[in-house]
Nanobody, 120 residues
């Protein structure tokens, strides 16, 4: 059973920087596209950034120029580097990935979520 383990949540001051990480755990063969979503209190979950196996990335307009998604294929890990953080960035951040669990089987897997609070 494959899981995505997230780390890096915490309290950050406005204008500061922070980095989240997400690593698969368990039995799997391959890792495809990976992404970060977030859900603020009282709002719907939204896509923040994603990265394909080719390295192509896309970002929500609200984070363009401030956030960077990357991946380390040797570790099967994705990172979300967050700079110039704003209070509006406060949310629970969720990792998402397409995982190859067999020769012909793939699964979309979600991380447990990690809370990032941007506040003075």
């Amino acid at each position: 059973q494959v899981q995505l383990v997230e780390s890096g949540g915490g309290l950050v001051h406005p204008g500061g920087s922070h980095r989240l990480s997400c690593t698969p755990s368990g039995s799997f063969f391959t890792v495809g596209a990976m992404a970060w979503y977030r859900q603020a209190l009282g709002k719907e979950r939204e896509l923040v950034a994603d990265i394909k196996t080719t390295g192509i990335t896309e970002y929500a307009d609200s984070v363009k120029g401030r956030f960077t998604i990357s991946r380390d294929n040797a570790k099967n890990t994705t990172y979300l580097q967050m700079n110039s953080l704003k209070p509006d960035d406060t949310a629970v951040y969720y990792c998402n990935a397409l995982i190859g669990t067999g020769r012909w089987t793939t699964r979309e897997v979600w991380g447990q979520g990690t809370l990032v609070t941007v506040s003075s």
